[in-house]
């Protein structure tokens, strides 16, 4: 693999690479930055793994909220930014550009403006989150995207936890991840680490 990516980037090609983390590669994180400066790649996205699919065959490999918020801060350090893990919180996954210098790209949850369409025509709100919206072949698209789940996954009131007292601007929690762990995709988000007594007053705007 190693030499096929040297390969694209001397084409040249803009090679990017993906890592989706768990708990049995969270560790290596350091060195797969290292190993994308070193062949000169464009830059990486982290990612999380939501274990649906398949991948709930490994479900315990999910992170856990510590994980995750040790990772955002390990992140920072490696982009070399002074700033709190905190300020991530409400970001799904991360682009990190390699150009002149570091520059990282926080990615919000798209529920509601992008939606994910099978090929036999399902549509589910994310692809993650595997609830159908309806059949792309069956209804009208102006029909699915105006599901009532969208309103509902898009409405705090509607949330359990503390996801449902927060106050933090633009995060909903991740809905998927709290499907695929908890069965339930209005649950408490299983990656969020602000602490209970911060909830009220913290906002990320």
Same mark, same amino acid.
């Given at each position: 693999?190693?030499? *096929?990516?040297?390969?694209?980037?001397?084409?040249?090609?803009?090679?990017?690479?993906?890592?989706? %983390?768990?708990?049995?590669?969270?560790?290596?994180?350091?060195?797969?930055?290292?190993?994308?400066?070193?062949?000169?790649?464009?830059?990486?996205?982290?990612?999380?793994?939501?274990?649906?699919?398949?991948?709930?065959?490994?479900?315990?490999?999910?992170?856990?909220?510590?994980?995750?918020?040790?990772?955002?801060?390990?992140?920072?350090?490696?982009?070399?930014?002074?700033?709190?893990?905190?300020? %991530?919180?409400?970001?799904?996954?991360?682009?990190?550009?390699? *150009?002149?210098?570091?520059?990282?790209?926080?990615?919000?949850?798209?529920?509601?403006?992008?939606?994910?369409?099978?090929?036999?025509?399902?549509?589910?709100?994310?692809?993650?989150?595997?609830?159908?919206?309806?059949?792309?072949?069956?209804?009208?698209?102006?029909?699915?995207?105006?599901?009532?789940?969208?309103?509902?996954?898009?409405?705090?009131?509607?949330?359990?936890?503390?996801?449902?007292?927060?106050?933090?601007?633009?995060? %909903?929690?991740?809905?998927?991840?709290?499907?695929?762990?908890?069965?339930?995709?209005?649950?408490?988000?299983?990656?969020?680490?602000?602490?209970?007594?911060?909830?009220?007053?913290?906002?990320?705007?």
């Amino acid at each position: 693999m190693l030499q *096929a990516l040297t390969h694209l980037v001397e084409a040249p090609f803009r090679v990017v690479l993906m890592v989706t %983390l768990h708990q049995e590669n969270l560790g290596e994180v350091p060195k797969i930055w290292r190993l994308a400066r070193d062949l000169g790649l464009s830059g990486i996205i982290f990612e999380r793994f939501v274990p649906e699919g398949r991948g709930k065959d490994m479900a315990s490999a999910v992170l856990r909220k510590e994980e995750w918020q040790r990772f955002l801060e390990e992140l920072c350090a490696l982009c070399g930014f002074d700033i709190a893990a905190l300020s %991530l919180l409400s970001y799904r996954a991360f682009w990190v550009e390699f *150009a002149e210098g570091v520059s990282l790209l926080g990615a919000p949850c798209s529920l509601g403006e992008s939606f994910c369409l099978m090929p036999d025509g399902t549509v589910f709100p994310c692809r993650r989150l595997p609830i159908p919206l309806g059949n792309l072949l069956e209804e009208d698209l102006a029909v699915i995207t105006t599901h009532p789940l969208l309103g509902k996954l898009k409405n705090r009131e509607s949330l359990r936890g503390k996801c449902r007292q927060c106050s933090v601007a633009g995060c %909903l929690g991740c809905r998927a991840l709290a499907y695929a762990v908890l069965g339930d995709p209005f649950g408490e988000d299983p990656h969020c680490f602000l602490q209970e007594a911060r909830i009220s007053t913290t906002s990320l705007s």
